[in-house]
């Protein structure tokens, strides 16, 4: 089993256990490393466009992007905006 495949369906088992206990997430991309997804870093997709981000067939088999869940709230704003802050910092420490 591929790493992107294994990551999708890690995407995938999350979002049903958040469902499950009735949690409002969004997922932050993780990809400095990545040429494919690096303009990406720090920005928030939901289960949708997350899954269709990292698509087996959208994706080349080096990307190594991590994604991980961000509490929101019911406007779908983060519970905690430094996290993204942070992210989106380290872009301006990178030639992107």
Known sequence: M???SMRLQ???KEDKDVKRLGISVKYMCLSLMCEHHKSLHGE???FG????L??????PEG???GVTQILVD???KPRNPAVLEKAKSQTNHRDL
Do not use: H, P
């Open 2 to 4: 591929s790493v992107n």
């Open 10 to 12: 890690k995407i995938i």
């Open 44 to 46: 928030l997709f939901d």
């Open 49 to 52: 466009e997350v899954t269709s």
């Open 54 to 59: 990292y698509d087996l067939d959208n994706i």
């Open 63 to 65: 990307c190594r992007c």
């Open 74 to 76: 019911e406007t779908g």
